[in-house]
Every structure is written in C-alpha cells, then in structure tokens.
C-alpha cells in the first residue's frame, strides 16, 4: 500500500520538515501500534537488568566487574622431579614433588584436595561410568581392550607415598581424580603447609585414546614422540565462588588450577630434546656448544627463524637410542602449570619477536614429518599470534612460546602447545592443510591469554577461554591473511553459527553453560561466543569502546580467576553501555534473530488540499485557504488518511504550534523554498524470532548511490515485535536491505529486502538459468 501525503498551506504552496511530518503522525498511525503491546509487557522486557542471573557483587568481586577490595587468590609452588622411562614395551613417568599450598584466603582449611587428572584413564574411571559408550569403543579398538579384556594399557596415578615435609605420612582419599589429603592440623588463613607426593603412571598412546597428552609412535624408526601434560598431582582450585573445585575430570572440562613457581627437573635419555614451560637453566649444557651458538643467533632474529636443529641433524639422532640419561633443569614463574615435550625426533627452529614493551622467542618442535611444511609456517605463526594478541590485550608476559607438532593435537598449556597437520609421505600438502597448521598454532598459542593468564575456570565456563580465544583467533587471522596472501577461513563470524542456532532447540545449549554439560561444544563455546564478541566490535558498540572495554577486562584479570560476571560487568562499567539484554539473548538463552522489513510507506509532497481537508474546512466554518499549514495522508487511490481533527479548538492549536515551529525556523522566502527532503520512508521492522539486535539497513538510492544505517538495540524497548523508523531523504529510495552482510545472524533472509519484488525477480532470473 502507497500512501501519499498532502501538504498545504495558505500562504505557501508547499512546507515541509521532519518534525512536521512526525507531529501529524503521531496522531493517528502510531496510536495504533501502542494498543498491540500486550499487557504486562514491562516486566517481561527483554531491556530488564539481569541482576536476577548474575551472583550479588561483593568485597571479593565489585559490581563494576573489577576484582574487589578483599579479592584473594590461593597459590602452589611446586618443586618436581620427574623422569621420562622411554621404555619400547611401555613408557612411563615417576615422579616426586613438593607442593607449597599457600592459603591467602579468609577461611581455615582443613584438608587440601589434589586434582589427579590420570585417573580418568583408569580402569572403571569416572568417564568410563558415565559416557554413553554409543558406537565410540568399537571406534577405539585399544580403549576397548583395555577397558574390557582386561588386558592391555592401564591409565592411572599410582600414588606411592603422601607425606608431610618431614615424611610422615598423611591420610588422603580418593575420589577417581581428586584425592583429598587430610592435614594434622587446619592450615589458617594466610598460612601455608608443605606436602609431598610421589607417584608413577604407564604414559597413554594418546592417538589411541585422543588424549591431550601422551605419546605417538613412529614404526619406520622405532622412536616415540612425547608430549608430556597433566603428568602431577596439582592443587585444586579454593576460592570465593566455588570453594574447592569438586567437579571430576570427565572428558570435556578442563582445568581448574591456581598460580605458582615451578622448580622442575626432567630426567629423560640422553639423545632426547626437550623444551617445556618456564626458563631452561641448564640450556647451553643441555644443547652442546654449536646448538647453543645458533640458539645466540636465533635471538638475535627478529625477521626469521633459526634452524637450532637441522632436518638432517634430527635424523641421525633418531638412531642413536642412548642409554645414558640427562637432567634438564626448568624455573617458570607465575605459570597456571607446566608441560614439556621430548623426543629423539625433533627438529627445532626459533626467532625473537619484538613486543610494545619487550621481546619473546617464538618456538618450534617437529618431527621430519612435519617437513617442509613446519620449518616455513610454524614459528612464524607463533610470532605473529604473540604480536597480535599483545597489541589487543596486553604484551606477553613469558619469556617464549613453543609449538610443538602432534598427530591430530590442538592443546594448550603455559608457553608450550601441541598442534596438528603434517604434509603427506611425499611431503606434499594441500592449502588446506597448510591452513589448518595456521589456525591451530594462532589458537594454541593464543590460548597463553586465556585461560593461561587470564585464568578463567574451564572446568566451568569453557567459552570463557575457548570463546575469547576464538575470536582474538580470528582477529588475529584476519591481520594474518594480508601477509600471507592467501585467506584462512576463519570460523565464528556471525553467519556461520546460523545452521546451528536454528537447528533442533532440543540439542542447543545457551553459551552459559557448564562444560561437561553442552550438546555442540564447538558451536556453543567456540564460535557462537566468538560471534557475539564479533557483534559487539562491530555492530553493537563499536571497535573502539568494544577494544578498550576487552582490554580492561583482560588487564583487570591478568593472573587472576574471573567469571562470567565479572567480564559482563567489566564490558558495561568501561563502556557505558548497558548490555544487559545481550548477554540475556546471546548468552543465557537460544533464542535466534529473524528479524524482517514487515512494510516501507513512501510519502511525497503536494500542494493540493484532499477532500477531508475540505471537509474540516466546512466543519469549522473555514474556507480552505484560510487554513495554517496542514497535513493529509491519502493513498494511491486517493484514501483519505488525514487525521481528524475532533475540535476547531484542537485543530487551530496544533496548526498554530507548527505554524510557529516553521516561523522560527525559515524565513517565509525560506518557506515557500522548503521542498527537502523530498521523501519520506517510513520502515516497519518486525522481529518474528526473539532476539533483540540492533537494526542495520543498506540504502540504495535511484542514482546507485548506496548508505548504511544502523538504530541501537533499544529501539525495541516498546515493543520488541515490530518497530518503525521514519527516514527523510532527498533521492528516491529503491531499494532497502536488512543487514546485508548477516552480521546479526538472522536466520532468515527472506524477508530482509523492499520491495519484496526485487528479491523474487532475482530468485527468478536465478530459477531460469539453472533450468537453462
Ligand atoms: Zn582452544
């Protein structure tokens, strides 16, 4: 339906203004919409604060988002030796360790519980009782073995001894991966216990059980591949939200762990190479003088990596098989955990990597297998996601940061991860591939900022780091792709989580959810977190508040533990956007945007009276050229939509106040000269999901000329079913599209664009040619 309004007045043939238009309007048609708000409305508004789903902010955490006056963190420092048996038959780990609980928290402590994340591999574990086996043990024909036949790897903390620093032993208990160890004596506030453990473990053949540590066996030259994780009982985590941490290890959450300093030492075969977490002590004994030497020049590189161990280098040491052994000596401090991998395999590159602040070496450890892809993108790749996220969030604070190759590996620990793709038997690799080694060493590395530093719990919340990281993974890509000169794919741009979040409701979680509990891990932790942090840079509040907002969170929670609340405070408190009905939309629920142009109403201007106007005239006794200036809508087919005036009073009140309104404003020269804008639009939106989002529209112009426009989230705050906006314009609107580039994550498109037509006469055009 076309609508023409008329405008006229007595003195001038045609005036016109916004405020003119809308006070008329204002009259008659948008009355109408008001009375479809259905009751109740108000306390059902998707714009409510949500203090209803967030904890009450107390001393420990502000309701500013920021860590609080009394906020405390516990510690453990760990001293732990450790040797590597690189037995053919079955390798294993023992080890001995002194852990320093320090607690700073208010409360006594009466016994400490340890995580012992091994004994998810034993057998009868916590994961074997509650997974759903499906189709999965036939899948993995040695976790069948094992778990079955009663043959075959047992996984699992042998722990031989508990005791205090004095070694007398203490009583604990356990409960599959958490051992409660019960104290003499309750450990008060700010004190501090020493305790020692010793344990050994048969080490996993992790492509067999997709762990996320373990080893890989190579059969053409008989050696093993280690990447060593989760190799000692580590402290569970006390705090203000929680207490201690008491969800077991299953499979999906990961780790919940405090800050500490590592004093370790590995013992391993004398031919191997290692490289882990913290600062290598005993590095020019370790390396040997030319080693050593290249590792100086590698330094001193800030373009391109440095061979340290040649292809040809790490082939002849595959055969050595030594049967002497070395001890490397580790320090790293203010580290969440530790991890290290060792080989007789590898090769090993490096390069340094100038920050805002300092420098960083970036690492790489890979066997000829990884060859040549390795040597030319891993190091690089590393260099680049420690610029990237620096400049995003804060400088790196290690010293290094290692990618080390492993089959079908994408996991992360403090300076050190292990990462997937290796070309084929002939060294040949597709563009995938080389861009899968990309991707995986951007977000392994990257996962150093969260949750390594920014030390959310993933036991949890796993969007709070695999979300974040996600995104900083894309924004990372996204830079990355101009010098690489060939484009990455990136996954959690808002289009992509589409298929998901309007497939069954039945098998969607919302974002907040706790780890071991989602349905689509990738989707809801991964890229859906990612698209809604996409949103906020790009469309909701902007780059530049959205930027600083992210960088307050980050350095407000460097070495400490945030939660969920915390980062939806913090983005609020450092913006001054309210943002509560999206965190509600995006992250507490599943509801989706299919928001549509329901209607588009084109007005123009004319300076013929229509009947009701002459009409009115009669009714007050006027003639119609005695009328102050006016308003009438009529239709195409000449519908007489003018709003009756019930009163003469009324009629001449409101004439006299925008009468007045153009005295002001123009001069009666300037009045009779007033013909912009030309046209007016009125565009009705309608919201047929649930989502609240802000309104993003394409403009194209008769003269091709094309405008972005966009109206905040809160235009829905009446009513979040429908909503118009009235559009002056001095060209002639053709065409109007609804977030064209599905930044919104509408999940139907069809009725995005006006006319109606356009859309079906390309759908047709489209039909044609593929009947063609
Ligand atoms: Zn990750």
């Given at each position: 339906?076309?609508?023409i309004?008329?405008?006229?007045?007595?003195?001038?043939?045609?005036?016109k203004?916004?405020?003119?238009?809308?006070?008329f309007l204002?009259?008659g048609?948008?009355?109408?919409?008001e009375?479809?708000?259905?009751?109740?409305?108000y306390n059902?508004?998707?714009f409510?604060q949500?203090?209803n789903l967030l904890?009450t902010?107390?001393?420990?955490?502000t309701?500013?988002?920021?860590?609080?006056?009394a906020y405390?963190?516990n510690r453990?420092?760990?001293?732990?030796k450790?040797?590597?048996i690189?037995?053919?038959k079955?390798?294993k780990?023992?080890g001995?360790?002194?852990?320093?609980?320090?607690?700073?928290?208010p409360?006594q402590?009466d016994y400490?519980?340890?995580?012992?994340d091994q004994?998810?591999?034993?057998?009868n574990?916590?994961?074997?009782?509650?997974?759903?086996?499906g189709?999965?043990?036939?899948?993995?024909p040695?976790?069948?073995?094992?778990q079955?036949?009663?043959?075959g790897?047992k996984?699992g903390?042998h722990?031989?001894?508990?005791?205090d620093?004095?070694g007398n032993k203490?009583p604990?208990?356990?409960?599959f991966t958490?051992?409660?160890v019960?104290l003499p004596?309750?450990?008060k506030a700010?004190?501090?216990?020493?305790?020692?453990i010793d344990?050994?473990?048969?080490?996993?053949?992790?492509?067999e059980d997709?762990?996320r540590s373990g080893y890989e066996h190579?059969?053409k030259?008989?050696n093993?591949?280690y990447?060593?994780a989760?190799f000692?009982p580590r402290?569970?985590?006390?705090?203000d939200?929680y207490g201690?941490q008491?969800?077991?290890?299953?499979?999906t959450?990961?780790?919940?762990l405090e800050?500490?300093?590592?004093?370790?030492?590995?013992t391993t075969?004398?031919d191997?190479?290692?490289?882990?977490?913290?600062v290598?002590?005993?590095?020019?004994?370790m390396m040997?003088k030319?080693?050593?030497g290249?590792?100086?020049k590698a330094?001193k590189?800030?373009d391109k990596?440095?061979?340290i161990?040649?292809?040809?280098?790490a082939?002849?040491?595959?055969?050595?098989?030594s049967?002497k052994k070395k001890t490397?000596k580790?320090?790293a401090?203010n580290v969440?955990?530790?991890?290290f991998a060792?080989?007789?395999?590898?090769?090993?590159d490096?390069m340094n990597?100038?920050?805002?602040t300092?420098?960083a070496?970036?690492?790489?450890?890979?066997?000829?297998?990884?060859e040549?892809l390795w040597?030319?993108q891993?190091?690089?790749?590393v260099?680049?996601?420690l610029k990237?996220?620096?400049k995003?969030?804060f400088?790196?604070?290690?010293h290094k940061a290692?990618s080390?190759n492993a089959y079908r590996?994408?996991m992360?620990?403090?300076?050190?991860?292990?990462n997937?793709g290796r070309?084929?038997?002939?060294g040949e690799y597709?563009?995938?591939t080389?861009?899968?080694v990309i991707k995986?060493?951007?977000h392994?590395?990257g996962?150093?900022?969260?949750?390594m530093v920014?030390?959310s719990?993933?036991r949890?919340w796993?969007?709070?780091d695999e979300?974040f990281?996600?995104?900083?993974?894309l924004?990372?890509?996204?830079?990355?792709?101009?010098?690489l000169?060939f484009?990455?794919?990136?996954?959690?741009l808002?289009?992509?989580?589409?298929?998901?979040?309007?497939?069954?409701?039945?098998?969607?979680?919302?974002?907040?959810i706790?780890?071991d509990?989602?349905h689509?891990?990738?989707m809801?932790?991964?890229?859906?977190p990612?698209?809604?942090f996409?949103?906020?840079?790009?469309?909701i509040?902007g780059?530049k508040?959205?930027?600083?907002?992210l960088k307050?969170?980050?350095?407000?929670?460097k070495f400490k533990?945030?939660t969920p609340?915390d980062?939806f405070r913090?983005?609020?408190?450092?913006?001054?956007?309210?943002?509560?009905w999206f965190?509600?939309?995006w992250f507490?629920?599943t509801?989706?945007?299919?928001?549509?142009?329901?209607n588009v109403?084109?007005f123009?201007?004319?300076?013929?009276p229509?009947?009701r106007?002459?009409?009115?005239?009669?009714r007050?006794g006027?003639?119609?050229?005695d009328f102050?200036?006016?308003?009438?809508?009529?239709t195409?087919n000449?519908k007489?939509f003018?709003?009756?005036?019930?009163?003469?009073?009324?009629?001449?009140?409101r004439?006299?106040?925008l009468?007045?309104?153009l005295?002001k404003n123009y001069?009666q020269?300037e009045?009779k000269?007033?013909k912009?804008?030309k046209?007016f639009y009125r565009?009705?939106?309608e919201?047929k999901g649930e989502?609240i989002?802000?309104?993003l529209?394409?403009i194209?112009?008769?003269?091709?000329?094309t405008e972005m426009k966009?109206?905040?989230a809160k235009v829905?705050r009446?009513?979040?079913k429908?909503v118009?906006?009235?559009?002056?314009s001095?060209?002639?609107?053709?065409k109007i599209e609804?977030?064209?580039?599905n930044l919104t994550?509408d999940?139907?498109?069809s009725?995005?664009?006006w006319p109606?037509q356009a859309?079906e006469?390309?759908?047709k055009?489209?039909?044609k040619?593929?009947?063609?």
């Amino acid at each position: 339906m076309k609508i023409i309004l008329t405008l006229w007045s007595k003195n001038s043939h045609v005036m016109k203004t916004r405020y003119f238009l809308l006070f008329f309007l204002s009259i008659g048609l948008l009355h109408a919409q008001e009375k479809e708000t259905p009751k109740g409305h108000y306390n059902y508004s998707k714009f409510r604060q949500i203090t209803n789903l967030l904890p009450t902010p107390n001393e420990y955490r502000t309701a500013s988002g920021a860590p609080g006056h009394a906020y405390y963190q516990n510690r453990a420092n760990y001293k732990i030796k450790v040797e590597l048996i690189d037995d053919e038959k079955q390798p294993k780990i023992t080890g001995s360790e002194t852990i320093t609980y320090i607690n700073n928290s208010p409360d006594q402590l009466d016994y400490i519980w340890i995580q012992l994340d091994q004994n998810k591999r034993a057998p009868n574990s916590f994961t074997d009782q509650v997974n759903d086996d499906g189709d999965n043990v036939m899948m993995r024909p040695g976790k069948f073995i094992s778990q079955y036949t009663n043959s075959g790897y047992k996984g699992g903390y042998h722990i031989t001894k508990v005791s205090d620093i004095n070694g007398n032993k203490l009583p604990y208990t356990i409960n599959f991966t958490m051992m409660r160890v019960d104290l003499p004596k309750p450990i008060k506030a700010g004190g501090q216990y020493n305790l020692k453990i010793d344990w050994w473990y048969d080490i996993n053949n992790y492509p067999e059980d997709w762990g996320r540590s373990g080893y890989e066996h190579f059969d053409k030259d008989g050696n093993n591949l280690y990447i060593i994780a989760q190799f000692y009982p580590r402290v569970a985590v006390y705090n203000d939200v929680y207490g201690w941490q008491n969800l077991q290890f299953i499979k999906t959450g990961e780790f919940t762990l405090e800050f500490g300093n590592f004093d370790v030492e590995i013992t391993t075969p004398a031919d191997h190479v290692l490289d882990g977490t913290g600062v290598l002590l005993n590095r020019k004994e370790m390396m040997g003088k030319k080693q050593y030497g290249r590792y100086l020049k590698a330094k001193k590189s800030f373009d391109k990596p440095v061979m340290i161990i040649t292809k040809e280098e790490a082939v002849a040491n595959e055969k050595t098989k030594s049967t002497k052994k070395k001890t490397w000596k580790f320090r790293a401090e203010n580290v969440r955990d530790f991890a290290f991998a060792s080989s007789r395999k590898f090769l090993y590159d490096m390069m340094n990597v100038r920050l805002a602040t300092k420098t960083a070496l970036a690492v790489s450890l890979y066997p000829k297998e990884g060859e040549p892809l390795w040597s030319k993108q891993s190091t690089r790749a590393v260099a680049q996601t420690l610029k990237n996220y620096s400049k995003h969030l804060f400088d790196y604070p290690y010293h290094k940061a290692i990618s080390v190759n492993a089959y079908r590996q994408g996991m992360e620990y403090p300076m050190i991860c292990w990462n997937y793709g290796r070309p084929n038997e002939n060294g040949e690799y597709t563009d995938r591939t080389r861009n899968g080694v990309i991707k995986v060493i951007v977000h392994e590395v990257g996962h150093n900022w969260f949750p390594m530093v920014i030390n959310s719990d993933e036991r949890q919340w796993t969007w709070m780091d695999e979300g974040f990281n996600t995104f900083m993974e894309l924004l990372t890509e996204q830079d990355y792709e101009k010098q690489l000169g060939f484009p990455l794919n990136s996954r959690g741009l808002p289009k992509s989580v589409v298929p998901f979040m309007k497939g069954d409701q039945n098998k969607i979680h919302p974002i907040m959810i706790n780890s071991d509990l989602m349905h689509n891990r990738s989707m809801t932790a991964y890229s859906k977190p990612t698209a809604g942090f996409y949103m906020l840079r790009e469309v909701i509040m902007g780059r530049k508040l959205f930027d600083y907002a992210l960088k307050t969170y980050a350095n407000r929670w460097k070495f400490k533990h945030p939660t969920p609340a915390d980062f939806f405070r913090t983005m609020e408190d450092a913006s001054a956007m309210d943002l509560d009905w999206f965190w509600r939309g995006w992250f507490f629920t599943t509801r989706v945007n299919n928001m549509g142009i329901k209607n588009v109403e084109k007005f123009y201007l004319t300076d013929k009276p229509t009947e009701r106007m002459r009409n009115m005239a009669k009714r007050y006794g006027m003639k119609v050229e005695d009328f102050p200036p006016y308003v009438s809508l009529v239709t195409e087919n000449s519908k007489d939509f003018t709003p009756d005036m019930k009163s003469k009073k009324s009629f001449l009140s409101r004439a006299k106040t925008l009468k007045n309104f153009l005295d002001k404003n123009y001069s009666q020269k300037e009045q009779k000269n007033l013909k912009t804008p030309k046209y007016f639009y009125r565009i009705s939106f309608e919201q047929k999901g649930e989502l609240i989002l802000p309104i993003l529209i394409k403009i194209t112009y008769k003269d091709g000329s094309t405008e972005m426009k966009k109206y905040p989230a809160k235009v829905w705050r009446y009513n979040d079913k429908e909503v118009s906006k009235l559009l002056p314009s001095n060209k002639e609107i053709v065409k109007i599209e609804l977030d064209p580039d599905n930044l919104t994550a509408d999940i139907n498109q069809s009725n995005n664009t006006w006319p109606k037509q356009a859309r079906e006469t390309e759908f047709k055009k489209l039909k044609k040619q593929i009947q063609k």
